[in-house]
């Protein structure tokens, strides 16, 4: 703190222009840190059966838009997640709050003797 304060005292003496002061904060404060692009999309892919015919579900929504994916999802699906513990909503809600990129869910579960794949991950 007391390296910027003599910045700033140095500006307002003259003794140093604005370039040259913001040059000097800039070296006070250090590097910044690299942020990394926030998550922009919800992916989710679902392999599952409906009624016996094959049901697949690809979708990338824009994080904005997530609580549109109940919509998407069939029944079959609906249930594999609430069988795994997993609350859609609270899922949404945590998306919206951001959250990193990665999965968030990952189930190979079976209904009705068929296999059922969820996955939705941030990208």
Request: avoid cysteine; proline fraction near 7%.
């Amino acid at each position: 703190m007391q390296e910027k304060r003599r910045v700033l005292e140095m500006l307002r003496a003259g003794e140093i222009g604005v370039e040259e002061a913001l040059a000097l904060l800039e070296a006070v404060e250090g590097p910044k840190p690299l942020t990394k692009p926030a998550a922009k999309l919800l992916r989710v892919r679902i392999h599952a059966q409906d009624k016996g015919k094959p049901v697949r579900v690809n979708v990338n929504l824009p994080l904005a838009l997530a609580e549109l994916l109940e919509m998407f999802l069939p029944e079959e699906a609906k249930l594999a997640l609430a069988g795994r513990g997993v609350n859609l909503k609270d899922l949404l809600a945590l998306v919206r709050e951001g959250v990193p990129e990665g999965k968030l869910v990952e189930i190979e579960a079976e209904e009705e003797g068929h296999p059922v794949q969820v996955l939705v991950e941030v990208v």
